[in-house]
């Protein structure tokens, strides 16, 4: 099935929005079903004997009532309408789904990243460039390697928070030369992700805008990217960095850095904004 | 080798550091022959500039010879005798190619943590924090050089050290000042502040074709130097600048006026006490005295030329008289790149000996006191020297 007949609602969603901000995928607005059903019934089981505890224990216990009450509203909820609104909040779920054979992430769930970079070269060279995935560990610094198998399938390895691995497969998705690319992971898979390229060139010699959009699910959905978070690895600052590395090296042949540079004997006075950071140039 | 590095506030330290390498195939080693002291090293030798960690060599005005060149470099040669902008810039960005060489969009490897702050990361420097990319500074004896096939230019034979090592910054940075001004014949240009960089703008303005030149500041031999470059002096602490400047225009006003002083302005009246107070209280970071001065005594639609430097917030700027009179701003760091050649042709044709300035040459293992020497502007000392 090609790109164009998927179902108006399935992934990778286009975004007409030029100007590479960064937007959440919004907390899930139609309650829909990301409960598996095993886990409705245990949660209806579950609901229904601690709302009778609620309802029936004397008032003995110490203002247990209400909180089991509150508990027991929600694991009912939960399992009646199939939808969990932690879930939903957290961007993961259990029930697995997708509504389209071409989504590889469910509906509702997952990271998504828009960002957008503009560099003095024609269309055609970023698009070749891009093209052969096997170049993306060169600007894509969590990108360990990239082995392009055929013409639809290539196999990715990135570094992951705290020293950990994570491959999968990928397939092609959309090659509109010069114009698209997108590509989505297939089994096996680590992480679920998709991303899309997009090149549009500009009038009056302004180069070309270069678009992209990653969405991935991490394990434990936003749980996972907050961690991720935490260890300075956060998603829309990595696709920036990883896009002006592309930029400077289609541009200029090189990549900025002062790594491996000389400098006097480094104690721990710092100035305002000075962190350990600042001496791992280009993380 | 030796090189100077910041270890915290008033404190320069001369350490002995490892060489430096190619990194990059677009990169030089130079070996220093000349290297000189900046103001806007003075911001970073009292601590005003963020980001800067304890062993960053510092120094960004430097000229020597090139000891090493990179794969990509076909332009440049070992052995080539080169002054080197304090700017790095790429040559194939957007803005580049304009000439806005100091807004490179490819030469701050930090980049991330500028545009925090800026909004858009300006290029990288030499020697000056992280901020601004990080890179090892030139008061040492090599420096490695990034993009060099766009940055380094040749010295022509026959000219000494002196005659061009202020064409890495002061130079361009006064002739930008002057020439951000829009200079017509008739013109008054009013400037404050006389040290290195109000001395290039002082005789710029002139080479551009001003008709006065009225200098600023309080110190004797500084005024003395901005006369013998042919301006008239005022001395503020003699005398109240605006009214003065307006009596000397016959009640116009300059037509244009450049702040060559910056940030760290020095004054006595009260909204200079209230930026003081600011800093103390680390609220506004910046003391724009000269710049209100400035706006205050333009004449309308006139030009307010900024040279620098300024690093974060100013507080409480007459921008309605600003607004009122139609000023111009014209600001931003020097794009060297674009005036090295039409100065380095000024000096070969003998319209200007830039090393009218220099009071002190020091060795390199002297700079310590070379900065608190420039600091404290004790003996007379305008600009120092340094030789590895």
Not at chain 1, 11 to 40: C, I, K, L, M
């Amino acid at each position: 099935m090609s790109y164009s007949e998927a179902p108006a609602s399935t992934y990778p969603v286009q975004s007409e929005n030029p100007y590479g901000e960064s937007r959440p995928v919004p907390v899930d607005p139609q309650g829909h079903v990301n409960v598996a059903p095993n886990e409705r019934l245990a949660s209806a089981l579950i609901g229904v004997t601690l709302g009778w505890f609620a309802l029936t224990k004397s008032d003995n216990n110490t203002g247990i009532r209400a909180p089991l009450a509150a508990f027991s509203s929600f694991l009912l909820y939960r399992s009646v309408t199939g939808n969990c609104p932690l879930y939903s909040a957290l961007r993961t779920g259990t029930n697995g789904d997708t509504h389209s054979p071409s989504a590889v992430i469910p509906h509702g769930q997952g990271i998504r990243v828009e960002k957008a970079i503009t560099i003095q070269k024609s269309a055609t060279e970023l698009y070749n460039f891009w093209r052969n995935f096997e170049n993306l560990p060169r600007f894509m610094k969590h990108l360990e390697a990239v082995t392009v198998m055929d013409d639809t399938h290539s196999t990715w390895r990135a570094k992951a928070p705290m020293g950990q691995h994570v491959s999968w497969n990928a397939e092609l998705i959309v090659d509109e030369p010069n114009q698209r690319i997108a590509w989505r992971s297939v089994e096996p898979m680590d992480i679920p992700n998709a991303g899309t390229v997009r090149f549009k060139e500009l009038p009056a010699g302004r180069g070309t805008t270069v678009e992209v959009t990653l969405e991935y699910n991490p394990p434990a959905g936003m749980l996972g990217a907050m961690v991720a978070k935490l260890f300075g690895e956060e998603p829309g600052m990595q696709v920036e960095d990883d896009l002006r590395r592309f930029k400077q090296l289609m541009e200029t042949g090189e990549i900025s850095t002062n790594e491996g540079q000389s400098h006097g004997v480094q104690g721990h006075y710092k100035s305002p904004l000075g962190s350990d950071k600042d001496t791992k140039e280009n993380p | 080798m030796k090189a100077v590095c910041w270890h915290g506030k008033n404190d320069m330290r001369v350490d002995n550091v490892p060489d430096p390498t190619i990194i990059n195939d677009r990169d030089i080693i130079i070996r220093v022959t000349s290297t000189a002291i900046c103001g806007s090293d003075l911001h970073i030798y009292n601590g005003y500039i963020p980001s800067m960690m304890a062993g960053d060599i510092v120094g960004h005005e430097f000229m020597g010879e090139i000891v090493e060149t990179g794969k990509a470099i076909t332009n440049l040669a070992k052995g080539d005798r080169v002054v080197i902008p304090f700017t790095i810039a790429c040559g194939n960005c957007f803005f580049c190619k304009n000439d806005y060489f100091s807004c490179c969009d490819n030469s701050n490897p930090n980049a991330g943590i500028a545009d925090k702050l800026y909004g858009f990361s300006p290029s990288g420097l030499f020697g000056y924090s992280h901020i601004y990319g990080g890179y090892a500074g030139g008061q040492a004896e090599y420096v490695r050089v990034p993009f060099a096939d766009v940055g380094a230019f040749k010295v022509p034979d026959g000219l000494p050290d002196e005659k061009v090592l202020f064409l890495t910054d002061i130079f361009p940075t006064g002739y930008m000042a002057a020439d951000n001004c829009g200079i017509k014949p008739g013109d008054t240009v009013a400037i404050w502040g006389c040290g290195p960089v109000g001395l290039f703008t002082i005789k710029s303005a002139f080479l551009l074709g001003a008709e006065r030149v009225i200098a600023i500041d309080r110190f004797p031999e500084r005024l003395q130097m901005a006369q013998n470059a042919g301006a008239e002096v005022l001395n503020y602490e003699k005398t109240s600048v605006i009214d003065e400047l307006k009596a000397r225009t016959g009640g116009m006003g300059p037509d244009h006026c450049i702040d060559a002083v910056g940030m760290e302005a020095h004054g006595h009246s009260p909204d200079h006490i209230m930026d003081k107070a600011m800093q103390l209280a680390r609220l506004g970071t910046d003391r724009p005295h000269v710049l209100r001065e400035a706006i205050m005594a333009c004449r309308k639609a006139g030009t307010v030329s900024m040279p620098g430097v300024y690093g974060g917030f100013l507080d409480k700027i007459p921008f309605g008289a600003a607004f009122a009179k139609g000023l111009t701003f014209k600001m931003g760091q020097t794009h060297v790149h674009h005036y090295l050649p039409k100065l380095m042709e000024h000096v070969q044709e003998g319209r200007i000996d830039p090393s009218f300035l220099i009071t002190h040459r020091l060795p390199l293992e002297d700079a310590p006191h070379g900065y608190k020497m420039f600091k404290e502007k004790t003996d007379n000392c305008i600009k120092v020297v340094l030789k590895p």
